[in-house]
């Protein structure tokens, strides 16, 4: 057989195989169901029209009001077994639909459900204290994320040793480097033993080998894990690690699918830009 055949019957062989896997996963239980979610944004300021006005009324300005509908109305399950690639652009609503997975930030309409404990790494480090040792952080982040004392200094020393930061582990985090900082969050997210492990863009972060211990970690999370979600630029990395993806673009749900095939339409969409862009074409 002609090789190139050969190669494209491999390619669809394995297609076949996601798909099955695809329709046995969602036959099963449900780690997160986002029904109908939508999330607005509403931040006021302080309108001063003119210098003049202002003066006038004594920097006492007029409040307006700016919505930016950040998601809209989407909805999507994800099966026990799932480990969801999340892509768009930037400002298409990723981390805010992240954010609401999370508990962090309530929808501002519709309905999500959460089956099991999230470890979130969502944006780098956040929560941890800089006058406190990555140690205390550490213990501090564990027993937030409701493990017990025990179960946190058991931990607290596969920690330190994934995130290989030395004798920083007991210096005040204000002191790291923004590398030394992104690997103890990354290391204190991942040993947390998560039912379900939501990461936003932390792979950005950090050189080349991290990236390469992180890429296997999770790797491995994925098989002890309920659900994992994963938001990267790197569309090799959602390639690599999930068997699941969805697409935003201004906050709408794009498409849900196999990760090769939302990539593809994605990067076909960004290649030849919005406007020529037919969506009867997904
Ligand atoms: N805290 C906030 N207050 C107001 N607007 C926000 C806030 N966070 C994000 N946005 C806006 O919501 C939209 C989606 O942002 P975001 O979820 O961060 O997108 P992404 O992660 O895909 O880049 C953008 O228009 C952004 O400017
Ligand atoms: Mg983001």
Redesign the pocket.
């Known amino acids: 057989m002609d090789p190139m055949d050969e190669a494209e019957l491999a390619r669809q062989a394995a297609r076949a195989q996601r798909a099955a896997a695809r329709a046995e996963r969602a036959a099963g239980p449900v780690a997160v169901r986002v029904q109908n979610v939508s999330i607005t944004?509403r931040?006021t300021f302080e309108r001063v029209p003119t210098f003049k006005n202002a003066i006038v009324r004594f920097g006492r300005g007029q409040k307006a009001v700016k919505e930016?509908e950040?998601v809209k109305s989407v909805t999507f399950d994800v099966p026990v077994g799932t480990s969801l690639g999340i892509i768009?652009a930037?400002?298409?609503?990723?981390?805010?639909?992240m954010r609401a997975m999370a508990g962090i930030l309530p929808p501002t309409s519709g309905r999500i459900e959460v089956h099991g404990r999230v470890s979130t790494l969502l944006a780098l480090g956040v929560g941890f204290n800089g006058q406190l040792s990555g140690r205390e952080n550490v213990i501090l982040g564990g027993l937030a994320s409701g493990l017990s004392r025990r179960e946190v200094e058991e931990r607290a020393d596969e920690v330190a040793e994934f995130a290989d930061i030395g004798e920083f582990m007991d210096a005040p985090m204000r002191t790291y480097s923004s590398g030394m900082f992104s690997r103890l969050a990354f290391s204190v997210a991942v040993h947390m033993k998560p039912d379900i492990l939501m990461i936003d863009e932390a792979l950005s972060a950090g050189d080349a080998v991290f990236k390469r211990k992180a890429t296997a970690k999770m790797s491995e999370l994925m098989k002890s894990s309920r659900a994992m979600f994963l938001?990267s630029h790197a569309l090799a990395s959602v390639r690599e690690l999930c068997n699941d993806a969805i697409w935003?673009h201004q906050?709408k749900l794009m498409m849900h699918g196999d990760p090769e095939d939302v990539i593809s339409a994605y990067n076909r969409f960004m290649e030849v830009g919005e406007d020529a862009f037919n969506l009867e074409d997904l």
Request: zero cysteines; aromatic letters at 6%; charged letters at 5%.
């Open positions: 944004y931040t930016i950040a768009g930037n400002g298409a609503g990723k981390s805010t639909l938001v935003l906050g």
